[in-house]
């Protein structure tokens, strides 16, 4: 299999602890540039992983023309470090969040079309067992026409929203993270970005529905939120609820479930119990068969799924697309917070994203 160069902007703490691991541990790729500030880390993360070039400055990497680019950088910075990477011919996988905006993200899905890149998001759930068959069932009408869902998420994240403490498994890390990234709110710090882009991102890519319009309450006011509920309509008529909070102790595995309410049947996934079902008003029954922790997170997927994409090859699980529709729900679900709970309008394109690769 062809060798390709693969580049890092923004090797932080994810890109340290995940992202460049998997990369190093492929025979089939070639570290070829890193950027991040700071002359020491800098110096330290090309030393320790092998890079073949360290900048500062992402533009001095992506002049290399690497083949594919990991953009990892604070959440506020992925727009320009994606658009720039796209636009020097790179396939690219974004993390999450995807942008800030959804203009942005959206003129981020376009590029990569015009330019026929892939364009990646870093959601790993996508790529856990059995995830993308369950798709295909729903899409497939294993529960006929979608009428109603919910989704929550909590996850032991609140010290990593507030205060200087932070995860103690941090500590030992490769790099600690910036609490800028996470708890500033203008640079898209707390729950909403930082963990609802993990489980809206599953709902819409898993039930192929757009959002259309957002009720929603955060709190606590005037920081970061660290608990979140809103209500969300959807094209088609369907209607739900998405909601979630970062107060689960550390060390216990987050609790992530949905449940599709169609008009043929019923689904329940239980991402934290490695369960899911399917039942129908016809009497029957679909069960999957999980080992204990097939479904416990990690990222590894969306990585590998560079580097194949670049090759030719593999799948796209997380589309640009998906990440950009979860963006519009999440800066409707602040705008709607701002507002008291008022009903916002989602804008952004309206074409299923069950058509969306």
């Known amino acids: 299999m062809r060798r390709i160069r693969v580049s890092v902007v923004g090797a932080g703490w994810y890109a340290a602890e995940n992202h460049i691991p998997v990369l ?25 992983f092998g ?14 023309r690497p083949d594919a680019v990991v953009v990892a950088s604070p959440h506020h910075l992925h727009y320009v470090h994606a658009r720039d990477a796209i636009e020097a011919g790179c396939h690219v996988l974004c993390e999450k969040p995807m942008t800030l905006v959804p203009a942005e993200a959206w003129d981020l899905v376009a590029r990569a079309k015009a330019r026929n890149r892939h364009l990646l998001i870093a959601n790993g759930y996508h790529y856990l067992p059995k995830l993308a068959r369950l798709r295909a069932l729903i899409a497939a009408g294993c529960i006929g026409r979608i009428e ?24 030992t890390s490769f790099f600690r993270p910036d609490p800028a990234t996470w708890q500033d709110p203008a640079q898209g ?13 599953l709902t819409l890519w898993l039930a192929g529905l757009n959002a259309t319009a957002v009720g929603a309450r955060t709190g606590p006011k005037g920081a970061a939120d660290l608990f979140d509920a809103a209500w969300v309509s959807f094209d088609g008529g369907a209607i739900g609820s998405v909601s979630g909070a970062g107060g689960l102790p550390e060390g216990q595995r987050a609790l992530l479930g949905l449940q599709l309410v169609g008009s043929e049947g019923a689904l329940d996934l239980a991402v934290h ?5 399917i039942h129908r008003h016809d009497g029957t029954s ?13 990222c590894d997927g969306p990585v590998h799924a560079l ?10 699980l997380s589309p640009g697309a998906v990440g950009a529709a979860t963006v519009a729900v999440i800066e409707a679900i602040q705008r709607s917070a701002r507002a008291n709970g008022a009903t916002v309008e989602i804008a952004g394109p309206s074409r299923p994203l069950a058509r969306v690769s």
Do not use: K, M
């Open 24 to 48: 190093a541990a492929r025979d089939d790729v070639v570290l070829d540039g890193v950027c991040r500030l700071g002359a020491d880390p800098l110096t330290r993360v090309r030393d320790h």
């Open 51 to 64: 890079f073949a070039f360290a900048s500062e400055d992402h533009r001095d990497v992506l002049a290399r």
């Open 148 to 171: 109603h869902l919910a989704c929550t998420f909590v996850s032991a994240t609140r010290s990593v929203f507030e205060g200087p403490v932070g995860l103690a498994r941090w500590r």
């Open 189 to 201: 710090g707390g729950f909403a970005y930082g963990q609802l882009s993990h489980s809206i991102a």
């Open 273 to 277: 119990r490695d369960h899911i079902a």
């Open 286 to 298: 679909t069960g999957f068969a999980f080992a204990p922790g097939d479904l416990v997170y990690r």
């Open 307 to 316: 580097v194949d994409l670049a090759q030719g090859r593999g799948e796209n």
